[in-house]
């Protein structure tokens, strides 16, 4: 194979190597090419491997790296072995066991770091140890109670540890290193220009009208529940058409001090806490590295580097850019990285580093050197080096890409920068066969699948060989991109169906599949053989009905296959075994088996049967969300289903951008953590807690409240991810959505095409299990129903003019959002509606609440089971809400027993209380209330529709 040429630029970045350097790697112009060759050639020019720190992103990557430096030098890899090509987590880890011992010292802690320190990467194991430090920390300190009785979700404060250690802020035992502290102040000046900025006039057709900062406080007490000495919505807004100037200090200067010694205790113990348990987390390998270099002068003058190279610098934390920078010996001091492809805020990059660099290189120096001199070269001289010659993609796709960076994300979004502002990639291709195109469907699952069928050896959507010839595509050359995981799994769901094959890669919510949920069931029959949540799984799984279930659980009469199933699996010597055997059992032989064994064998040692400890593994998994990387891949030819982060730094022939959704890309709504780090505001509570009316109560912070409308939401960063997408593409690029696109889909310059699908499933036959009978006794009655069970159905026949129940999942959805104070914007008249409706009630709101109604039929308990859309609930009464899209009311008389059923659950929780059930039709803003069934007309009721839920039913099994 011909050895590839360096173009001009990449051949000025090769043979720099003296001075400072930050190469601008737009997407796809050879970056890990020039950077080996680079490496390779100071290796030629005399430096020896020990000489050079290159660090990157990924141990593949820095392995990746190896192995092309191998391929330009004299050197082996086994004498590259050693040498200082890794990652930062992995350069502090081997520098603290080598040299840290006495790290903690330099923070007055006691404790010390040893040869067998472990590096816990789990993040669901970390949490769970930290639930247990912050067990004993609530013991030993009452007098943080008013603080950590804000918390709905205590191991939020992991996270802000996490985030305090990226941006450098580290605790001593009796206060901040390096005078952090100011840090968590914040920066006022900083904030009164935001502050300004949010509060200027708009101008109107007929002049000034108010600032985005006085009508994004508009509401201002609606939902919540201020202390005493808060303003009142009239007293802040009492000014037009901004609001008064003074509100800015006056909503920023707030005293902090109880809550900054609480985060300083925790922070400082639970480092103390992770030491003498004998674990380092990433956040704590990077401190204690940079404590170490930072005190010990002369460790850090012998262990620097004649030249530092850092990759992907665009995904670099604050505390690594200082990291670097102590490591330097000389001004040789190369960064590489593309702002444009920055997508990793969620884990504390800042894209400042490499937008704002020659700026962070002086601060950061002038910080570093503050009493003593670290940084001992000058840093005033930086040459820019900007790669655009793009080996991937073609003109008009790489044309295309530079809108991703400006179009608005919301509605109402505007965004300052135009495409004449973003640098352009040059091509290296001069062919331009790209199709370009965008398609919605209301069944986008489908839609996507169908046009990848229409690709498929396509003469249209011709793809380029190895040697630059046209062919037709493959499954092989497609793949599908998505924001979300959930999303890919439903479309690989999908294909499975239909029996086009996909390759999930990426991560994946393990303890969320259907091995994970099953294997959880017979753990916790393990644990407890009378295990009712174990055994509803399980017999749910094989098939049998609620009634059976319950009936089963009552009279404990389980299935004798099952039992004997139960008795083997006891025999079985370690939780992996038992994995292993379930999944036998179940014809579970997959990628998710085989992850979920080797997990299990690995957290547990492959030995314990600790049952108990694997159950709150799981759930704790379960609660976290956690992921694990899962090559789901079915061989041979089959299209590639990613999320966008799994997929950067990767190319396809063709990619197809999926589920660019409102709500989905962006997501909607934030975190609702109660205690935050965000600048330039520094540390706030959301939540405070009082006893100012006598009895303990959290409230609002109004200041917070005030804080956040100035900062508002940054959607730079999904534009960003929306802009590696679409470079990853060689050939071909297709947009998705469904029935509700995302601005950011249709803010992009392309007519979308609507896609009726006609794909349909294959019934592919499926390998059945063994059956694990039992009998029951026939109930008169189902034991179980749904509200809507009791409504007859024949009154929603022959309409002409319904809208669907994908048009009215939508409307819930979006009330749901807003009700719950997500920052959801309406979008058609239906959601206006809903949102001036909610706007204008007074109360306490719920969403989305669980209602069971027993109800005695003959000698028979029914419970009956539904959702209430919306409570509103205050001191003097209880209203109950049920949106409905009809656009008609000839349906009301169904409703009311919907309504009723909801009627008696909630008057049983509230017996003081009135309450009013009502139906708020979407359509036409109308309220209606109902009058409710009595519980004896419900039975009734239950009673006549006896003989159509009741019918043939097929014989239970596992399938």
């Not at 498929?456 to 092989?476: H, K, Q, W």
Request: charge should be negative; charged fraction near 30%.
């Amino acid at each position: 194979m011909t050895e590839p040429t360096p173009n001009a630029r990449q051949r000025e970045l090769i043979e720099a190597t003296e001075g400072i350097h930050v190469v601008d790697a737009g997407a796809g112009t050879g970056k890990t090419f020039a950077i080996t060759r680079r490496y390779a050639n100071l290796l030629r020019e005399g430096y020896e491997p020990e000489d050079v720190l290159l660090v990157t992103f990924t141990n593949n990557a820095a392995t990746e790296m190896k192995e092309r430096v191998v391929a330009r030098c004299d050197y082996s890899m086994s004498a590259l072995r050693d040498a200082p090509i890794s990652t930062f987590h992995s350069f502090c880890h081997n520098l603290l066991l080598e040299y840290g011992a006495d790290a903690p010292s330099y923070l007055d802690i006691d404790d010390q770091i040893t040869g067998s320190t472990q590096l816990l990467e789990n993040e669901v194991i970390e949490a769970d140890r930290f639930r247990t430090f912050l067990s004993q920390f609530v013991d030993a300190h009452p007098e943080h109670e008013a603080v950590f009785r804000v918390l709905n979700d205590p191991t939020a404060l992991l996270e802000l540890i996490r985030e305090l250690a990226a941006k450098g802020v580290f605790p001593t035992v009796n206060g901040w290193y390096r005078d952090g502290e100011v840090s968590l102040d914040g920066d006022f000046e900083t904030f009164e220009k935001l502050f300004a900025e949010a509060n200027g006039p708009n101008e109107g057709a007929n002049g000034a009208t108010q600032s985005d900062l006085r009508d994004s406080l508009s509401g201002f007490e609606r939902n919540r529940c201020f202390l005493p000495d808060a303003p009142s919505e009239d007293e802040l807004r009492d000014s037009y058409p901004s609001i008064d100037d003074r509100w800015a200090e006056e909503a920023f200067m707030e005293d902090r001090e109880a809550l900054k010694e609480f985060v300083h205790d925790v922070y400082v113990e639970y480092i103390q806490f992770a030491l003498r348990r004998n674990y380092l987390n990433f956040s704590f390998l990077q401190l204690f590295a940079f404590v170490l270099l930072c005190e010990d002068h002369a460790l850090r003058e012998s262990v620097a580097f004649k030249q530092v190279m850092v990759d992907e610098f665009q995904d670099t934390s604050e505390i690594q850019f200082k990291l670097a920078l102590l490591l330097a010996e000389t001004d040789n001091f190369c960064v590489v990285g593309d702002w444009k492809q920055s997508i990793y805020g969620f884990q504390y990059a800042a894209v400042e580093n490499i937008r704002s660099f020659e700026r962070r290189l002086r601060e950061y120096k002038r910080e570093l050197n503050g009493e003593h001199k670290r940084v001992d070269f000058p840093v005033e001289e930086v040459n820019t080096i900007p790669l655009r010659r793009n080996y991937r993609s073609t003109q008009s796709i790489l044309d295309l890409s530079r809108h991703a960076l400006t179009v608005s994300a919301t509605g109402s979004e505007s965004v300052d920068r135009t495409v004449k502002d973003i640098d352009g990639l040059e091509a290296d291709t001069d062919r331009e066969h790209s199709t370009i195109a965008a398609f919605t469907s209301e069944s986008e699952h489908e839609a996507i699948l169908d046009r990848i069928e229409t690709i498929v050896d396509n003469d249209a959507y011709a793809v380029e060989d190895d040697s630059g010839d046209l062919r037709t595509p493959s499954y092989d050359d497609i793949a599908v991109l998505t924001r979300t995981r959930r999303f890919g799994r439903e479309l690989q769901t999908k294909a499975d169906e239909c029996a086009v094959p996909v390759a999930y890669e990426g991560g994946v919510k393990l303890f969320e599949t259907d091995q994970a949920i099953l294997l959880l069931a017979w753990l916790r029959i393990l644990d407890d053989e009378d295990s009712r949540r174990g055994w509803a799984v399980v017999l749910e799984q094989a098939g049998y009905t609620l009634a059976e279930v319950e009936q089963i659980l009552e009279t404990g009469a389980y299935p004798d296959a099952m039992v004997a199933f139960r008795e083997r699996l006891t025999a079985r010597e370690s939780v992996g075994a038992i994995a292993r055997q379930v999944f036998d059992r179940y014809g579970y032989d997959d990628a998710y088996a085989s992850s979920l064994v080797a997990l299990l064998q690995d957290v547990s040692d492959g030995t314990t049967r600790n049952f108990g400890g694997m159950i709150r593994f799981i759930e704790r998994s379960l609660d976290a969300e956690a992921t694990h990387e899962i090559d789901d891949n079915p061989g041979g030819d089959s299209i590639t289903v990613q999320t966008i982060h799994a997929a950067k730094g990767l190319e396809h022939p063709i990619v197809i951008v999926a589920n660019v959704n409102r709500y989905s890309f962006p997501p909607s709504g934030g975190g609702d953590d109660r205690i935050r780090y965000e600048d330039p505001i520094g540390l706030r509570q959301t939540k405070l807690s009082s006893t100012a009316h006598g009895r303990p109560h959290l409230y609002d912070n109004w200041r917070y409240r005030v804080l956040s409308a100035c900062l508002g939401r940054d959607y730079d960063e999904e534009r960003r991810l929306l802009y590696v997408a679409m470079t990853r593409a060689q050939d071909h690029l297709l947009f998705s959505a469904g029935a509700e696109p995302s601005p950011l889909f249709e803010n992009l310059p392309l007519e979308p095409e609507s896609v009726d699908p006609e794909i349909e499933a294959a019934g592919i036959d499926r390998t059945e299990q063994t059956r694990l009978q039992v009998s029951i006794p026939e109930p008169d009655v189902p034991a179980g129903q749904s509200p809507h069970a009791l409504m007859d159905d024949r009154v929603f026949e022959d309409r002409d003019e319904g809208r669907g129940i994908e048009f009215g999942n939508r409307i819930h959805d979006f009330a749901e959002r807003y009700a719950a104070g997500e920052g959801v914007e309406p979008a058609g008249e239906d959601e206006h509606r809903v949102r001036d409706f909610i706007d204008e009630l007074e109360g306490e709101l719920h969403v989305e609440e669980d209602a069971y109604l027993p109800v005695s039929v003959g000698e028979q308990e029914v419970t009956i089971s539904g959702v209430i859309d919306l409570l509103c609930v205050t001191d003097e009464q209880v209203e109950i809400v049920d949106y409905k899209t009809d656009l008609t009311r000839d349906a009301e008389d169904e409703y009311r027993k919907q309504l009723s059923v909801y009627y008696h659950v909630v008057q049983r929780l509230y017996p003081d209380r009135p309450v009013s059930p009502s139906i708020f039709y979407t359509a036409s803003g109308e309220r209606v209330t109902v009058e409710p069934h009595s519980m004896t007309e419900i039975s009734g009721l239950i009673e006549r529709n006896r003989d159509d839920t009741i019918g043939e039913r097929e014989e239970p099994q596992i399938r």
